[in-house]
């Protein structure tokens, strides 16, 4: 059974940073493609960024491009997501997915594995 868990929200101030993880349990994480995405309350959820089992392919939304860095380790079987610059419309649920087809992609479809979700709270 793989189980991700992701760790690292919480309360910023508007400008402040914060990292999240994704540890994946269950399979190894070098074959997936790994992809982060949000959801606001009363919003749909939204794609972040993305990356391809090799990390080198990745995606970011317009929103967060420049901002957030998508990254993996899998010597740890390990996604992360540095949030840099954070804004109080980052304010929203993380949560990290994994794609069995290894691809850097946006659509939520190709992801079959999903955390639960990390709180980021951004205040203005």
């Known amino acids: 059974q793989v189980q991700l868990v992701e760790t690292g929200g919480g309360l910023v101030q508007a400008g402040g940073s914060l990292r999240l993880s994704c540890v994946v349990s269950?399979?190894?994480?070098?074959?997936?493609?790994m992809g982060w995405f949000r959801q606001a309350p009363g919003k749909e959820r939204e794609f972040v960024a993305s990356m391809s089992w090799s990390g080198l392919g990745t995606h970011y939304s317009d929103s967060v491009k420049g901002r957030f860095t998508i990254s993996r380790d899998n010597a740890k079987n390990t996604a992360y997501l540095q949030m840099s610059s954070l804004k109080p419309e980052d304010t929203a649920v993380y949560y990290c997915a994994a794609s069995t087809s290894g691809g850097s992609s946006r659509s939520s479809f190709e992801y079959r594995y999903w955390g639960q979700g990390t709180q980021v709270t951004v205040s203005s």
């Open positions: 269950g399979r190894t994480q070098n074959s997936l493609g």
